[in-house]
């Protein structure tokens, strides 16, 4: 992925109001080809209306999935037939754990592996009971992270000072806890303090604390009952321009949320240029009939070049999805509304949206998300919730 500055928060996060990449040759093929995919959505929309049609699809295809999905090695067929449905992710996870390590020596804003080892490092301190000496197993390359982004700091490199000083400080609080007379801490230590002529901040309170001092919220059940009822999906706005710093503060709840060892690795891609909009929200096909009254289009991206492991394949979704949620809530509570876009893994589009966002193979799109103020004249689907006695068991293990 190509290196990118700013924290994130600040204004940074959103795109300049330039036109998206027009790519102008070939404009015009992309224009038809768009063209010939919704004209080939049509024809099987109207194809599968016809009863006949529709049956013998799908009985065509439940045998074929009733033999397929029979056990493991049958399906080792589908995996072969479907390559070209699954093959651009796997592709994406390859590119990622590729440019996991091309990345470690490169200038970035922020840097995922020196934020996972700070991320164990504050799980040792807190630990119960602590061990006097923890760590040794990654203590080095932590400091060779943290040396590289320090010495990436003294250079002027735009980077993120609040990772930064996070490092500082767990690191600092790490040497002064552990037992200093162990030669891999010590050494570690040196190193560490040698770095202070890059970086020194006055700030090393970005470490463990206890949960007794922490600030209690204000916040009720019964106002987060009544928040997340409010919050419904709105396809209807008001034609008037939603607020950046409105979206930035929902920006922050939203980022509040876990993530897989902290790595936050995902990005709020946010189009308010209605041309820009326009481009972006007629790319999925779940818009559609909406989408040209949206006033402000956040694409949500996660990067799998966070992970150096395929097991984590996965995380960019899960972390994405739970700082979303907040996102949306929040942004209900500043009076403004929202509805998801679905994202499917489908070639045409993931083509469309790689050109026009400019993605790199390892950057996969989470979901859309359209925002605005809502019509207060728009319907809003009641979408009736699944009861509690469907969706919760307790202690039930399935037997
Ligand atoms: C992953 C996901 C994909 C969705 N895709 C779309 C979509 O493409 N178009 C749309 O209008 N709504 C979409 N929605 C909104 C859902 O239809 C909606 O959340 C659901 O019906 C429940 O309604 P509620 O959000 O008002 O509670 C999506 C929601 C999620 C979480």
Known sequence: MAARSGTGSGPDVWQ??????????????????????????LIAKQLLAIVWVRRAYEGTLRAVLEVLAANRLFSLVYSVLSIPSF?????????????????LGRVRATRTEL???????????LMQPRRPVFALDYLVETIEFYERATRQHADGADGDIGELTWAYGVLGSYFSIVDGANP????????????RAQFNPDDNGKVPYRRADSAQSSASY?????????????????????PRELV????????????????????FRIFDDPEMVKQVAAIPFGAAGYGHQVPTIAVVVGSLNHYFSPRDRHVIYVDSALAAMPFMLALE?????????????????EAKMQKALNLDYDERVIMLIAIGYPDPEGLVAYSEKKSLDVIRRWNDLGR
């Open 184 to 195: 891999v801490v010590a050494g570690a230590k040196a190193r560490y303090e040698a770095t």
């Open 87 to 103: 093959n651009r992710e796997q592709f994406a996870v390859l590119r990622g754990r590729r440019d996991y390590y091309r990345n």
């Open 222 to 242: 019964e106002d987060l009952l009544s928040l997340a009822q409010r919050r419904r999906s709105v396809r209807w706005f008001e034609q008037r321009p939603v």
């Open 16 to 41: 300049n109001a330039r036109p998206l990449p027009s790519h102008a040759p070939s404009g015009i093929r992309r224009a038809s080809a768009s063209r010939m995919l919704n004209r080939l959505k």
């Open 333 to 349: 509570t500043l009076g403004l509304a929202s509805s998801v876009i679905n994202w499917p893994d489908f070639e045409p589009l």
């Open 248 to 267: 930035d503060q929902a920006l922050l709840v939203g980022r509040q949320s876990p993530s897989a060892c902290n790595r936050l690795p995902y990005e």
């Open 115 to 125: 934020r996972r080892n700070v991320h164990r490092l504050e799980k040792g301190i």
